[in-house]
């Protein structure tokens, strides 16, 4: 863990900030006493919970059967 005064802070941010991301914990420190603490985000995506929209989601018998010749026309130019 690496401690900055805050001048130093604001002058080498790009820097500290450049160091969190690799993991390390920066503390910001005014007049020589702990201020703040840069630590990186920790990105997590939420866990998929199956399910979630049963009964509010209806497939029809016919979903896959073929489409009427007008529309299928229109789908390949015709």
Do not use: C, Y
Not at 20 to 33: L, N, S
């Amino acid at each position: 863990m690496t401690t900055v005064n805050i001048h130093q802070a604001k002058t080498n941010f790009s820097k500290l900030i450049d160091a969190v991301m690799h993991g390390e914990e920066i503390i910001i420190a005014k007049a020589g006493k702990p201020a703040a603490k840069l630590i990186p985000i920790i990105v997590t995506k939420p866990k998929r919970k199956p399910g979630t929209l049963k009964g509010k989601i209806r497939i029809s018998a016919d979903f896959d059967a073929p489409l009427p010749d007008d529309i299928l026309d229109s789908f390949e130019g015709k």
